[in-house]
């Protein structure tokens, strides 16, 4: 719109100089008015018809901005919603995988666990068990540095 504005006041103080330097003819008066304003009249004209044209090729590439914009944002949307939709399945594929694969586990190692492992097991809580006792008698017992010590004097 600046842009606009500093050409309209350039091309009008061109006009003006223009018709200062022009030669006065000998024509009357009146017909030197009525030549001043038909120019004038259709230096206004031109200015509305460049005016007009400049306005409708700044409409046009708003237009087209505006469509080149949609289109751009209906294209990324368009892949974004295909790139989802692949993720979803490449999850919903392995989440299958993992499950299947655990449930495998289970199965082979509940088939696998023999009935020599809960005598083995137990035995590993009576020494995890007597562990823990020592443990707990080590701490009550009071150590050399907890004695008091006297400073001979």
Request: charged share 25%; hydrophobic share 45%.
């Amino acid at each position: 719109m600046r842009s606009c504005l500093t050409r309209l006041s350039v091309a009008i103080v061109s006009a003006a100089l223009l018709l200062a330097a022009l030669p006065v003819s000998a024509k009357p008066v009146d017909s030197q008015d009525n030549s001043f304003h038909s120019d004038l009249d259709r230096f206004a004209s031109t200015l509305k018809a460049e005016g007009q044209r400049a306005l409708t090729a700044t409409a046009n590439a708003v237009t087209h901005a505006v469509h080149d914009g949609r289109a751009a944002l209906a294209e990324a949307e368009t892949d974004a919603a295909k790139q989802l939709q692949e993720f979803r399945a490449a999850l919903n594929e392995r989440k299958a995988r993992l499950g299947m694969i655990g449930e495998e586990t289970i199965a082979a190692w509940l088939d696998s666990w023999p009935d020599s492992w809960t005598d083995t097991m137990s035995a590993m809580h009576r020494s995890a068990t007597g562990a823990l006792d020592w443990f707990r008698d080590w701490l009550k017992t009071p150590s050399a540095s907890d004695k008091p010590t006297q400073i001979p004097v």
